[in-house]
């Protein structure tokens, strides 16, 4: 569970937290809890914007990774708040690559890894972190050529 406390404009205190619970995001204020869906559906991700007196509030979630945003800079770190977008269609392009590739190159191992992987293409494509989701894939890419040698070695190719 994460949670903060954030002083608005007219010096109250608010609580604010976040908590994942039988598979379902909870928004709590005040005592108050709303329930929010994920905007994906292969990850989760959420940006709940909260308004205070003074206090312009937004939840972040992208996978696991939460974090609250007070008027435009974030708690943990300091960063710049930006809106959370939409997935890439390039990052979905790699997605398919992956399990699919992985499944006529490499079997069910290379299929359960691709899958694996693609969970942090999208994590990171929803953070702006392109180069790691380069790298990634070149990763998946040098471990399926692995295990494709290794298929033909055993076969006697």
Excluded at 25 to 53: A, C, H, M, Q, R
Excluded at 80 to 101: C, D, F, K, M, R
Excluded at 112 to 140: D, E, H, M, P, R
Aim: net charge neutral; proline share 2%; glycine share 12%.
């Amino acid at each position: 569970m994460n949670s903060w406390e954030v002083t608005d404009s007219n010096g109250a205190v608010h609580s604010i937290s976040y908590k994942i619970k039988g598979g379902k995001n909870n928004i709590t204020v005040d005592g108050e809890t709303y329930k929010v869906k994920s905007s994906n559906w292969f990850i989760n991700l959420v940006d709940y914007e909260i308004d205070l007196p003074g206090a312009n509030c937004h939840i972040v979630a992208i996978g696991r990774k939460v974090d609250l945003a007070v008027n435009g800079i974030y708690k943990s770190n300091g960063n710049q708040y930006e809106p959370v977008s939409n997935t890439p269609a390039w990052i979905w392009v790699l997605v398919a690559l992956s399990i699919i590739g992985g499944w006529f190159f490499g079997g069910l191992l290379c299929c359960s890894i691709g899958c694996l992987l693609s969970i942090l293409y999208v994590q990171f494509g929803l953070q702006k972190k392109n180069g790691a989701v380069i790298g990634t894939f070149i990763g998946f890419l040098v471990i399926v050529a692995f295990f494709f040698i290794l298929n033909l070695m055993m076969l006697g190719y």
